[in-house]
Nanobody, 125 residues
Framework: QVQLVESGGGLVQAGGSLRLSCAAS???????????MGWFRQAPGKEREFVAVSLYWGSLSYADSVKGRFTISRDNSKNTVYLQMNSLEPEDTAVYYC????????????????WGQGTQVTVSS
């Protein structure tokens, strides 16, 4: 079992920045380096959507809507993945979720077996 705990959400004005963190732990949690870590978001009335992913072998990928504004990174020594969000827009308002997939090779929602509880990000205009 893997537990994921997100933090760092909040209220920010358009153009501002936030950094989300997601710490992983668990009784059967193996080395963090074998987990593909993803960030997703879900706005009210919408489906959960992909934001960014850090694949376990080191590759990164982003949704087109956040490219150039968001950066995903990970600190394997701290079992933590981050999402730096700059130039935030009201359209970025959503609950942001961290997800983990052991040896995951893609970033579809269904490919992640472990999810955090989510953290709210609200961007005011």
């Amino acid at each position: 079992q893997v537990q994921l705990v997100e933090s760092g959400g909040g209220l920010v004005q358009a153009g501002g920045s936030l950094r989300l963190s997601c710490a992983a732990s668990g009784r059967t949690f193996s080395t963090f380096t074998v987990y593909t870590m993803g960030w997703f978001r879900q706005a009210p009335g919408k489906e959960r959507e992909f934001v960014a992913v850090s694949l376990y072998w080191g590759s990164l990928s982003y949704a087109d809507s956040v490219k150039g504004r968001f950066t995903i990174s990970r600190d394997n020594s701290k079992n933590t993945v981050y999402l730096q969000m700059n130039s935030l827009e009201p359209e970025d308002t959503a609950v942001y979720y961290c997800a983990a997939s052991r040896y995951g090779t893609n970033w579809s929602v269904d490919s992640f077996g472990f999810w955090g509880q989510g953290t709210q990000v609200t961007v005011s205009s």
